[in-house]
C-alpha cells in the first residue's frame, strides 16, 4: 500500500531548528521528486520545497530561502527537510508529497500525487 509518512515535527522557539522525515513505503520504483507543503492556520496549503530525487535539484519558496534545506536519504523514496532559524511563521501543518512522473509543476499541488497526512511544527516566540 502506497503512503508517505512524515516524523520529526513538534514545538521550537524561535530561532531555533527541526529536522522532519519523510519516507514514501510501498513504492516499488522511484518518485520523479518530491516535496514539502505547508498549511498555516486559517490559511491556504502552500509550496515549501522540493527536489528531484535523480538529479537532485531543489526548489524553494521564497520565504524559507537560506533557512531550510531539503534533502534525499540513502533509502529510496526518503527525503528531510532540516529548518533553521524558524520563526513563528513557520508555523503549520506539514505535509509531505510524492510525484510519480515527471512534472514541471514542482511548486503546485498539480504536480503531484501522492500525499501524506501532514505533520505539526510549531513555533514559539
Known amino acids: 500500500q502506497e503512503q508517505l509518512v512524515e516524523s520529526g515535527g513538534g514545538l521550537a522557539q524561535a530561532g531555533g531548528s527541526l529536522k522532519l522525515s519523510c519516507v514514501d513505503s510501498g513504492r516499488t520504483f522511484s518518485n520523479y521528486a518530491m516535496g514539502w507543503f505547508r498549511q498555516a492556520p486559517g490559511k491556504e496549503r502552500e509550496f515549501v520545497a522540493s527536489i528531484k530525487l535523480s538529479a537532485g535539484n531543489t526548489y524553494y519558496t521564497d520565504s524559507v530561502q537560506g533557512r531550510f534545506t531539503i534533502s534525499r536519504g540513502n533509502a529510496k523514496n526518503t527525503i528531510y527537510l532540516t529548518m533553521n532559524s524558524l520563526k513563528p511563521g513557520d508555523t503549520g501543518v506539514y505535509y509531505c508529497?510524492?510525484?510519480?512522473?515527471?512534472?514541471?509543476?514542482?511548486?503546485?499541488?498539480?504536480?503531484?500525487?501522492?500525499w501524506g497526512q501532514g505533520i505539526r511544527v510549531t513555533v514559539s516566540p
Open positions: 508529497a510524492g510525484a510519480t512522473r515527471p512534472t514541471t509543476y514542482l511548486a503546485q499541488f498539480e504536480g503531484y500525487n501522492n
